[in-house]
């Protein structure tokens, strides 16, 4: 079955850190995806990437950085974690123009930052 | 710019009483419109792509329908596990995917 798989599904932080959240997909998917989502505030785009070691600011990248070293792999850095940041944090997968199911979404990561 | 409407935001149903939620659009030329299940969680599901007015797809008590402004999902004789947020989102002509906001639909024994 195919996967995107997100490498935890709840985090706590401290205000000030480095935080790290990794995503990983073996569907060889060109196109990769950062949302975050919160409620009454829906899916709200944090980075995109086209392909390895590409990057492009979604509508929401301000604290946000992302890496792209290998294909399979989409890693979401948040340089000085806020309380703000507490969110769920989504990735996803596609393929070039789309496909026939749109994206193919990871569990999610519930980050609380304190 | 591309436009996703869902409604209602929350719809709370008796078990088997059907129902439907719509999605309304604004694209410029439809690549397809997807429709998403989230549970409580969870990462979205995929559940139907269509692609032209007048398509349907089916998958046990779910049935969604297109026409050329707006999708429709209906839930017919829902169980309390159809309980779940569903998500309707169109590919802008860059294939990003815009989202609706949701439907919470909650149904009850």
């Known amino acids: 079955d195919v996967k995107v798989t997100q490498s935890s599904r709840y985090l706590v932080k401290r205000t000030g850190e480095k935080v790290f959240l990794e995503c990983v997909q073996d569907?060889?998917?060109?196109?990769m995806f950062w949302y975050r989502q919160d409620p009454g505030l829906g899916l709200r785009l944090i980075y995109f990437?086209?392909?390895?070691?590409?990057?492009e600011k979604g509508d929401i990248p301000e604290g946000y950085s992302v890496s792209r070293e290998k294909k399979e792999r989409f890693s979401l850095i948040l340089e000085s974690a806020s309380t703000n940041q507490t969110s769920m944090y989504l990735c996803a997968s596609s393929s070039p123009t789309g496909g026939h199911r749109g994206y193919t979404f990871g569990s999610g990561t519930r980050l609380t930052v304190v | 710019e591309d436009q996703v409407t869902q409604s209602p935001e929350a719809l709370r149903l008796q078990e088997g009483e059907s129902s439907s939620l719509n999605c309304s659009y604004t694209?410029?030329?439809?690549?397809?419109l997807f429709w998403y299940r989230q549970d409580p969680g969870k990462g979205p599901e995929f559940l139907f792509t269509l692609y032209s007015a007048g398509e349907e797809k089916e998958k046990e008590r779910l049935k969604a329908t297109l026409t050329k402004k707006e999708s429709f999902l209906h839930i017919t004789a829902p169980k309390p596990e159809d309980s779940a947020t569903y998500l309707c989102?169109?590919?802008?002509?860059?294939?990003?995917?815009?989202f609706g906001a949701g439907t919470t639909v909650t149904v009850r024994a």
């Open positions: 990437s086209y392909d390895v070691k590409m990057k």
């Open positions: 989102a169109v590919p802008s002509n860059d294939y990003k995917l815009s």
């Open positions: 694209v410029s030329g439809l690549r397809g």
């Open positions: 569907m060889d998917h060109e196109n």
